[in-house]
Nanobody, 126 residues
Framework: QLQLVESGGGLVQPGGSLRLSCAAS????????IGWFRQAPGKEREGVAC????????NYADSVKGRFTISRDNAKNTVYLQMNSLKPEDTAVYYC???????????????????WGQGTQVTVSS
């Protein structure tokens, strides 16, 4: 069974940090572009950070540049999202997704992704 499983979410105070993990089972992430997306209540799901199969191309939403870092460890079949300087507006359900069909133009566009995890809640609040 093909699965992506996110972990590492939780409640954190503004200015704090979290590291999310996305582990794959049933398939290898080696040749896939991986993206982290988030969806806040009443809002569209948006791309946060995406990484190419080689790790050589990264794409970040403007709202998280300089605060979030995406990385991958293909040996562990896992992708990470390090989130620092968290703000209340980062509160959302965070999803990881995998795609074998992205281009430079759609690298962080949700419609380009065909495998999705169930999501992990991140809440930033004092």
């Amino acid at each position: 069974q093909l699965q992506l499983v996110e972990s590492g979410g939780g409640l954190v105070q503004p200015g704090g940090s979290l590291r999310l993990s996305c582990a794959a089972s049933g398939f290898t992430l080696d040749y896939l572009t991986i993206g982290w997306f988030r969806q806040a209540p009443g809002k569209e799901r948006e791309g946060v950070a995406c990484i190419s199969s080689s790790g050589g191309r990264l794409n970040y939403a403007d709202s998280v540049k300089g605060r979030f870092t995406i990385s991958r460890d293909n040996a562990k079949n896992t992708v990470y999202l390090q989130m620092n300087s968290l703000k209340p507006e980062d509160t959302a359900v965070y999803y990881c997704a995998a795609s074998g069909f992205t281009t430079v133009q759609n690298m962080c566009v949700k419609e380009a992704y065909n495998y999705w995890g169930q999501g992990t809640q991140v809440t930033v609040s004092s």
